[in-house]
């Protein structure tokens, strides 16, 4: 179950940010009160994103508007903060994140391989060999506008829709999750979700208890470089590391990565 979070959000008058634009600030702590630092913050929809320093200290500028940011920490649940902000505020927001307990942690398997920017440099090679597809980061420029969900089913990939049990549409918007195009588990229609990688890191592994990532925010096309999806484990190179790969493996390579 994703973590609900109340956080009283400040307005704050404040000069020097540009266009339709506002800050959010604060310290992300654990439920003891001690500060976290390289906790992720997100804005949905959107590419803007920080991470919390020693101090556990962030500040990220967004749009104006409704905004949704998600703080993310490994062995914490993910927290979501829903925001109404105006041209040049400032919204002060220290979050509490709670532990996750062990039954509730996706398994995690850690093994050696190359690193990020020579599996991507080997992209070439792989396609080349003809498994797999593959979108470059010219397809996906003339992609421009086009949702995360329409580009993966053009690979091949099915979007399973999912609505969050703690926050339904339309208070919350509907999810889509990438699954194989025709398998199921268990034989009783739970869906197949594929394995994603990004930036050569295991991000979610099929099968898990974890929760699959959202494509219809999470990665928008214009903040990746090249996208690589593979059917099966016949067909995903072994330089990948990744085993029992039938539910398939969406490789996302980011722009920064």
Sequence with gaps: MRAMLTVPVVMLAMSGVAGAQAVVTGTVRDSTGRALAGVEIFIERTARSARTDAQGRYSLVVDTGRQVA?????????????????????????????????????????????TPRNLREAMFERQRLGFGKFLD???????????????????????????????????????????????????????????????????????????????????????????EYYRSTAQLPQEFGVSAADCGVVVLWSRRG
């Design 137 to 227: 980061s010219a397809q996906l420029r003339r992609m421009d506008g086009r949702a995360m969900p329409d580009v993966l089913r053009g690979l091949g990939l099915r979007l399973q829709k999912y609505a969050d049990a703690d926050c339904t549409p339309p208070w919350c918007q509907w999810e889509y999750r990438a699954t194989h195009p025709t398998k199921t588990l268990y034989g009783i229609g739970t869906p197949c979700y594929a394995t994603v990688m990004y930036d050569g890191i295991v991000i979610y592994r099929a099968g898990s208890t974890g929760r699959p990532p959202d494509f219809s925010r999470e990665f928008p096309p214009y903040s990746l470089a090249a996208i």
């Design 70 to 114: 998600v703080f993310r920490q490994l062995g914490y649940k993910p927290a979501r903060l829903w925001l109404a902000l105006g041209v040049s505020d400032t919204a002060l927001a220290d979050v509490r994140m709670q532990w996750q307990t062990a039954a509730e942690l996706a398994a995690v398997e850690v093994t050696a391989r190359p």
